[in-house]
């Protein structure tokens, strides 16, 4: 194994950098094939055993490393910075994301008679509609969560229910 180590750990760390490095700038300028997103998510994953023995390999620099101010002031730098990106912004509850999954939060959050005309039908369309899809504690006074949660359903079994009646 230590020739393995030897061998491979910091070449394999460093190709796997790169590669996270490119899909990284890629998804940050929004260029390039959809097919980045799931390179860059499931390479990091790779990326992590890489490190785990680049690590391995190098653990007495490391920890001399570990004994010095400019690694423990750069760890909390960096810890500090990422817990910027956590901090919720714009107010509400702090729940983020994509635009597009705050916006199904949004509806998720509606009424029946609020998020039927959305879908071209009137509200008690849309109740008798999700009862007949199996949401069974559908009724007009009840978010479209609280529905779903009260039938035992998920978010996105609502959402195909709701699909299936607008089609």
Same mark, same amino acid.
């Given at each position: 194994?230590?020739?393995?180590?030897?061998?491979?750990?910091?070449?394999?760390?460093?190709?796997?950098?790169?590669?996270?490095?490119?899909?990284?700038?890629?998804?940050?300028?929004?260029?390039?094939?959809?097919?980045?997103?799931?390179?860059?998510?499931?390479?990091?994953?790779?990326?992590?055993?890489?490190?785990?023995?680049?690590?391995?390999?190098?653990?007495?620099?490391?920890?001399?490393?570990?004994?010095?101010?400019?690694?423990?002031?750069?760890?909390?730098?960096?810890?500090?910075?990422?817990?910027?990106?956590?901090?919720?912004?714009?107010?509400?509850?702090?729940?983020?994301?994509?635009?597009?999954?705050? +916006?199904?939060? /949004?509806?998720?959050?509606? $009424?029946?008679?609020?998020? #039927?005309?959305?879908? &071209?039908?009137?509200? *008690? =369309? %849309?109740?008798?509609?999700?009862?007949?899809?199996? +949401?069974?504690? /559908?009724?007009?006074?009840? $978010?479209?969560?609280?529905? #779903?949660?009260?039938? &035992?359903?998920?978010? *996105? =079994? %609502?959402?195909?229910?709701?699909?299936?009646?607008?089609?």
């Amino acid at each position: 194994m230590p020739s393995f180590l030897s061998r491979y750990a910091t070449p394999l760390m460093t190709g796997l950098f790169l590669v996270s490095l490119v899909s990284g700038l890629a998804l940050f300028f929004h260029v390039g094939p959809t097919g980045f997103h799931g390179m860059h998510e499931w390479l990091s994953m790779v990326l992590i055993l890489a490190f785990v023995l680049h690590l391995w390999k190098n653990w007495r620099p490391m920890t001399a490393y570990l004994r010095r101010a400019p690694m423990a002031l750069s760890l909390a730098l960096s810890v500090a910075v990422a817990a910027i990106f956590l901090v919720p912004v714009g107010g509400g509850e702090g729940r983020g994301g994509p635009p597009q999954v705050r +916006l199904a939060q /949004a509806l998720y959050a509606a $009424t029946p008679e609020v998020a #039927a005309p959305v879908f &071209g039908m009137t509200g *008690a =369309e %849309l109740v008798e509609g999700l009862k007949r899809a199996g +949401l069974t504690s /559908a009724d007009s006074g009840k $978010t479209l969560r609280e529905i #779903a949660a009260a039938s &035992g359903k998920s978010d *996105a =079994e %609502l959402a195909v229910a709701i699909m299936g009646l607008s089609s």
